[in-house]
């Protein structure tokens, strides 16, 4: 199990970017596969993005494909979201997640793949 705390949310109007950053504790942070997942209002937490141990194989929701990215720093211990030409669509709670194994190295989209969640940033874009 890892602790997740993730920052960087706020507000931002359409068409502009935000950087979400999840610091993870201990130093086994290399050995999980990472994702991020959010929930608007009134909806049920859906997946983001995820990416493996190393950090050279990412995935993307058909929804925020070719505007959101996903990187880690296994360095820092650090997962990040960058977020480009906002919607007001993405408009949520963004929670990071670790894989609930160590070791399961490749792509997961369940939430039920993930044991470990940190206590997630809202994000607000507006139109």
């Known amino acids: 199990q890892v602790q997740l705390v993730e920052s960087g949310g706020g507000l931002q109007q359409a068409g502009g970017s935000l950087r979400l950053s999840c610091a993870a504790s201990g130093r086994t942070f290399s050995s999980y596969t990472m994702g991020w997942f959010r929930q608007a209002p009134g909806k049920e937490r859906e997946f983001v993005a995820s990416?493996?141990?190393?950090?050279?194989?990412?995935s993307h929701a058909d929804s925020v494909k070719g505007r959101f990215t996903i990187s880690r720093d296994n360095v820092k211990n650090t997962l990040y979201l960058q977020m480009n030409s906002l919607k007001p669509e993405d408009t949520a709670v963004y929670y990071c997640?670790?894989?609930?194994?160590?070791?399961?190295?490749?792509?997961?989209?369940?939430?039920?793949?993930?044991?470990?969640w940190g206590q997630g940033t809202q994000v607000t874009v507006s139109s």
């Open positions: 997640a670790a894989h609930k194994w160590r070791h399961y190295c490749g792509i997961y989209y369940q939430e039920a793949d993930f044991g470990s």
């Open positions: 990416i493996d141990c190393s950090g050279l194989s990412t």
